[in-house]
């Protein structure tokens, strides 16, 4: 007497059943032996978060042996800290159109017309910010943070400023901030000006909300103590900061000349740097 045929489903059923418990068994030795993966470990990295990385750098300016340009190619990777009440949206307008121009990528606020100011700068402030990422030109409003600033850019990247006149800028932000500078509202006479010049001590306090705008107000922007005393030796050092760090600093009373400078720096066309006077 023959022995019962297994039914052929019951075979089948069996080598799934010893697929599925070798399958298993293979992946559990496949998690103890690989060490899991963490998605977000390389954006947590300092190394990744401190700088961009840019696919490659931009040749550098050629300057002939009697130190005029010679042939060179455009600058593209420009940190222009626009500063307050300098001329500084003309300046902006120009970075806009060149970079509209050559499909550059700007580092823009997230959500805003300025980077927090006046807060100091941060990366986490950037929109679409991702450690290690590069972007060609930074222009918006901000209270300077030179390494923040530093690691969104290549390493060859060109940063200016410009500046103006303390006096005057100070008389132009007096009588444009005014209004959101809560210590300058007690001022009744007419020319306000004239009232806070004659007893400043009375009606300053460097406490108060939206004061950086009436005291060293450039020193505040470059991301300095605007209280500082004019005779520390801080503030020379600061200068020598600001010197060492920019490669270029405009002044708004020699605006034209400034931009003569900042072409030949930039090795641009003059058109590039044409503007117009809407103010």
């Known amino acids: 007497m023959l022995p019962p045929q297994k039914k052929p489903w019951e075979s089948m059923a069996k080598g799934l059943v010893l697929g599925a418990l070798f399958t298993s068994f293979l992946l559990l030795v496949y998690s103890y032996a690989v060490p899991p993966l963490h998605a977000g470990l390389a954006s947590t990295t300092p190394e990744a978060a401190a700088s961009c990385s840019p696919p490659a750098l931009e040749p550098e300016a050629v300057i002939r042996a ?154 505040f922007d470059l991301g300095y103590d605007n209280s500082l005393d004019p005779s520390s030796p801080q503030v020379q050092e600061h200068i020598l900061e600001v010197e060492r760090r920019f490669h270029l600093v405009l002044l708004q009373e020699y605006f034209d000349e400034s931009l003569v400078l900042l072409k030949d720096l930039l090795c641009w066309e003059l058109e590039d740097v044409l503007y117009f006077k809407l103010n």
């Open 66 to 219: 009697n130190g005029s340009a010679g042939e060179c190619q455009p600058r593209r990777n420009i940190v222009f800290l626009k500063t307050h009440k300098t001329a500084s949206s003309t300046l902006l307008n120009i970075l806009f159109r060149f970079g509209q121009k050559h499909r550059l990528k700007f580092a823009f606020p997230n959500g805003r017309n300025d980077f927090d100011y006046p807060t100091f700068f941060a990366r986490s402030l950037v929109r679409d910010y991702r450690p290690g990422a590069c972007f060609n030109i930074i222009c918006n409003h901000m209270r300077f943070h030179y390494d923040e600033v530093r690691g969104l850019v290549p390493p060859n990247a060109i940063f200016i400023t410009v500046l103006r006149d303390p006096a005057r800028l100070f008389e132009s932000s007096f009588h444009y901030f005014g209004p959101v500078v809560p210590l300058t509202w007690k001022l009744s006479a007419g020319d306000k000006l004239a009232e806070f010049l004659q007893d400043p001590d009375r009606y300053y306090d460097p406490n108060g909300f939206n004061a950086h705008y009436l005291r060293n107000l450039l020193f």
